[in-house]
């Protein structure tokens, strides 16, 4: 064995090139870079994509319409059916699940009990005609990722009305989603408003702008949504409750990050290249827009990836006691809602499923964001 010598001169070339691609490296990159170095943040956000596309995805991933009940009545409070390509009676290259039959009995006390029918295989087909919806809100299109033609599949059972919880699952991760979407942006406008003019200005400005704040900061959110439910009439739509649930949640969620803006803005505003824009005759607004905000952007994103957690969990925890979405529309806090229960923990325990998704899509984001706060702080202990 040649034993192989490292050339000084390349290794020297080598090290200068790091160092160029390090000090002329973008804000953004430095990030990227050091978040690649967390294992824990990247494994949280490869689950975060996954669900985010899953939701995005959800009316083609669905087999069944979420929103319509008894579309199969006779498989209300079903288990979930697992596909599978190999029983006793040999193997298939498609896979299937088994067609069931039900009956009452007496030792369940009259309860519907499913009875697996071994000979009847109901198999999978793929790409195929379903059901119409618009992907992204305006494809129009029929066309769904498997089914099963001559039968149903539910991989993870049924509700009491017959409703498809897989397919009702993938929605509700879309609709959370949404709603913490829409409650960010509200929120992250009017905190980059606030914060920034307030911050900016300084004297009897900031004063009145920092009542204002501590004024939304002390208003206590379950009551707030019960005198709010209170108002709403009984026939409004789902898609205008949607839109009020998404625009409080907003309006009360931007104090914290308003405040950061503020002290941010508070502490470079005296800087040099601020007055050498206002002497360049650049008015308040652009010096703001262009570049006092520009100069913390890294931490504007993290704040708004840690917001979305907290955005969801609020939207679930009011739906779930009633104050938030109600059927038919589909959202992680209206299908906890389902798994509150005796009778669900002794008799239903699939109807937990989507509970698990709710944790992982609240700990994804929680992981994702604490990953991007240490990366995007240079004087953190992990990029050292």
Known sequence: ?????????????????????????????????????????????????????????????????????????????????????????GCSWRPYVYGVERERSMETNFRWVTKINTDDRK????????????????????????????????????????????????HAILTSMQVG???????????????GISGYYGGWIDSVLQMITDAV????????????????PPELSAESRFFYISMILGLIGWPTLARRVRTHLLTE???????????????SGHVIRRHLLPSFTSYIIVDLVISFPYMVLSETALSFIGLGLKDPVNSLGVMLQNVTSADVLLNYQWYFIPVFFFIALVMAFVFVGDGLRDAADPYSDNNK
């Open 1 to 89: 064995m040649t034993d192989q010598i490292t050339n000084p001169a390349s290794a020297g070339m080598s090290d200068q090139k790091s160092k160029e691609a390090y000090f002329t490296a973008s804000q953004g990159q430095l990030i990227w870079a050091r978040f690649k170095k967390q294992r824990a943040a990247m494994i949280a956000a490869s689950v975060l994509v996954v669900l985010l596309l899953s939701g995005l995805f959800a009316p083609f991933l669905s087999p069944y319409n979420p929103t319509v009940a008894g579309k199969n009545d006779d498989y209300t409070n079903g288990a979930p059916q697992i596909p599978q390509f190999c029983d006793d009676a």
């Open 123 to 170: 198999y999978l087909s793929f790409f195929v005609e379903g059901w119409e919806y618009k992907l992204f809100g305006f494809i129009p299109m029929d066309t769904h990722l498997f089914g099963a033609p001559d039968g149903f599949v539910h991989l993870f059972g049924t509700d009491a009305t017959g409703k498809d919880i897989f397919s009702r699952t993938l």
């Open 181 to 195: 979407t829409i409650g960010v942006f509200i929120a992250f406008v009017l905190a980059l408003v606030i914060g």
């Open 217 to 232: 900061r002390t208003v206590p959110a379950i009551p707030l949504f019960m005198a709010v439910a209170a108002f709403m």
């Open 269 to 283: 505003r005296n800087q040099e290249y601020v007055l050498a824009a206002q002497l360049c005759g650049a008015s």
